[in-house]
């Protein structure tokens, strides 16, 4: 495979956004920024280089699984979350991590980086903001106003945050105000397009949604019919851009995760007897509708993390690495 912008510092600033989704088996994969990839499980931490070869291994202070991670261009900066610890990495290379304790455990489903701020959210809807990297929680409560279930906190200000979120059979970005109280809704936005949420990143300015529209027709005789449906939502307008919109092929579907880039979004997607694939699409600036770039058959509970705008690494539950060169057809 021929390197693509494979400088240390090219390499870091073009990594961004985060996938937010619940992840299995156990295991967290970011890049270093150098090329290579951290690989988070509960027995330590291994570097792997773009053949899957071990370049270091580290300790595991936490002692046990990883919940998540999520990493911020702007910052430069990759969080990994344990129950009781956060590991940060500079995205400036191989090297070992920053371990920050938390002062109360958290069993976060759902994370992100805005700066130098990072968000926690939990199944149960509690979430809490840490401070990084001193691991001061600055916020903590239950997320957002009226949701049933949130999938993502972004602390996008020292007291403002944006919830992604479901109420009932509506899909809900939701930016709050803590500057006095408790939380003050300044904006919600009301994704029509969505029903099902499947995972949601951050980045640049805005957030990403994966899921699905799902609906049923006089003609099928009440069979579901689903749409893979992907959104962005502009964290300063609050507007809402679908940038694609298409039929399932297949009678079941569902979102195993989506991993935001410079360029570009990857998700991964389930179907029934079609096995697990990863979709890749373009989506510089918002165009819409987003290019589908690249399609590839991986292995279920594979990890995906941007290397560069068009190289992205598949990292399957024993280590296993493909690097793909995913271009768009632009």
Known sequence: MQPARRTAAAAALLLAGCASAPRGPDVVVIPTGDGNLM?????GVTVLDRDSRTVATYGNRAGTAPRGGALSLGSQLAVVAFERELALTDLAGTAEPVWVALPQPIAARGVAV???????IDAAGQGCVVQLPAGRVTWQGRAGQGLDRVALLVPTGANEQVVVGQRGGEVVVQRLDFARGDGLITGETIVR????LGAAGNAAGAVFL???????AASTRGALLQYLVL?????ATFRADVLQDEKCAALETRIGGLTVGAEMLAVVVDQYKRGTSLRVFDQV????PATWAFERRITPGSLVAWLSPDYLAVVAADGATQVLHVVSDR
Do not use: K, Q
């Not at 994966?210 to 049923?216: D, P, V």
């Open 39 to 43: 690989r988070f499980a509960a027995g």
């Open 193 to 196: 397009d969505l029903n099902v």
């Open 114 to 120: 805005d700066g130098d701020r990072c968000g926690l």
């Open 210 to 216: 994966a899921g699905l529209r799902e609906t049923s």
């Open 285 to 288: 600036n918002g165009r819409r």
């Open 231 to 235: 959104v962005r939502v502009d964290l």
